[in-house]
């Protein structure tokens, strides 16, 4: 069964509009991520409107978001072809979120509550403390544990910054940001190769003690340290465009 396919809602009626739009995004995200949507594959509006039972409306939203995160190219009437992220974009990308994230946790010292910034601290010091060297079934649930730490701090920052727009912006760009890195983990997971978890942990270590000592400069170096190292890692598991073979033969003529 495909990510969509399990992503899937039992009733298209319990969504409104905006909900219907945000899981296709989040839905073909992940399956670009994972590599089940390779680049150059083409997305056919009518397609996707059957796939996912849904109208066409929200699905060319969609594509238009997609587009607007560079992962596709949308062509009137025709659908959308899947791009290839090449490194510029990724640079781009991470120089983007860099700001932002700086821009939020400078805003957000001395905003979040101490008590949920002391209980993250303590979880990134138990991840910190455990056997790197897992089998399968506990290394599962510590990628549960460390992507729900992740998310959480980077959403409780966005939060305390108090700025609505900056707020949108990051909601906007995580999708894209998780969809990658729990890729990148997953790849990680199955080449049984954890490196990252502990470096991602001291980086949050490093980001949530600058925020408890209210130390907003601390804060935005140790912020941009996480994201310019978690956005190399995840970048490696970008998937590639096919190669072409070099001598393709060609059919004789009849």
Same mark, same amino acid.
């Given at each position: 069964?495909?990510?969509?396919e399990?992503n =899937?809602p039992?009733?298209? *009626?319990?969504?409104?509009?905006? #909900?219907?739009r945000? *899981?296709?995004?989040?839905?073909?995200?992940?399956e670009? /991520?994972?590599g089940?949507?390779?680049? %150059?594959?083409?997305?056919?509006?009518?397609?996707?409107? !059957? &796939?996912? %039972?849904?109208?066409?409306?929200p699905?060319?939203?969609?594509?238009?978001?997609?587009?607007g995160?560079g992962?596709? @190219?949308? /062509?009137?009437?025709?659908?959308?072809?899947?791009?290839?992220?090449t490194? +510029?974009e990724? +640079?781009?990308i991470? #120089?983007? +979120?860099?700001?932002?994230?700086? /821009?939020?946790?400078?805003?957000?010292c001395?905003q979040i509550? =101490?008590?949920?910034?002391?209980?993250?601290r303590d @979880?990134? !010091?138990?991840?910190?403390?455990?056997?790197w060297?897992?089998?399968?079934e506990r290394?599962?649930?510590?990628?549960?544990r460390? +992507?729900?730490?992740?998310?959480?701090? $980077? @959403?409780?920052?966005?939060?305390g910054?108090?700025?609505?727009?900056?707020? $949108?912006?990051?909601e906007?760009?995580?999708?894209?940001?998780r /969809?990658? =890195?729990d890729a990148?983990?997953s790849?990680?997971?199955? &080449?049984?190769?954890?490196? &990252?978890?502990?470096?991602?942990?001291?980086e949050?270590l490093?980001?949530?003690?600058?925020?408890?000592?209210g130390?907003r400069?601390a804060?935005?170096r140790?912020?941009? #340290?996480?994201?310019? *190292? %978690?956005?190399?890692?995840?970048?490696?598991a970008?998937?590639?465009?096919?190669?072409?073979?070099?001598?393709?033969?060609?059919?004789?003529p009849?």
């Amino acid at each position: 069964m495909s990510v969509s396919e399990t992503n =899937r809602p039992n009733s298209t *009626s319990a969504w409104d509009h905006g #909900q219907r739009r945000q *899981s296709l995004v989040e839905s073909l995200i992940r399956e670009i /991520a994972s590599g089940s949507l390779r680049p %150059g594959e083409h997305l056919v509006t009518q397609g996707l409107s !059957r &796939r996912f %039972g849904v109208s066409h409306t929200p699905v060319r939203e969609a594509l238009i978001m997609l587009a607007g995160m560079g992962l596709v @190219d949308v /062509a009137p009437n025709r659908g959308a072809i899947v791009r290839r992220v090449t490194p +510029r974009e990724i +640079r781009e990308i991470r #120089q983007v +979120r860099v700001a932002l994230e700086r /821009a939020a946790v400078r805003l957000a010292c001395g905003q979040i509550p =101490r008590a949920r910034l002391e209980r993250l601290r303590d @979880d990134s !010091r138990a991840l910190l403390e455990l056997d790197w060297n897992w089998d399968d079934e506990r290394s599962e649930g510590i990628l549960v544990r460390a +992507r729900a730490l992740d998310s959480e701090l $980077h @959403d409780l920052i966005a939060a305390g910054s108090g700025n609505a727009f900056l707020i $949108h912006e990051l909601e906007r760009l995580n999708i894209l940001f998780r /969809a990658f =890195r729990d890729a990148a983990w997953s790849r990680s997971q199955d &080449r049984r190769d954890f490196h &990252r978890l502990p470096a991602e942990a001291s980086e949050h270590l490093a980001i949530i003690e600058a925020l408890l000592a209210g130390d907003r400069r601390a804060a935005a170096r140790a912020m941009t #340290q996480h994201i310019v *190292s %978690g956005m190399t890692y995840w970048g490696r598991a970008i998937p590639k465009e096919a190669p072409r073979p070099t001598n393709p033969i060609k059919e004789k003529p009849k």
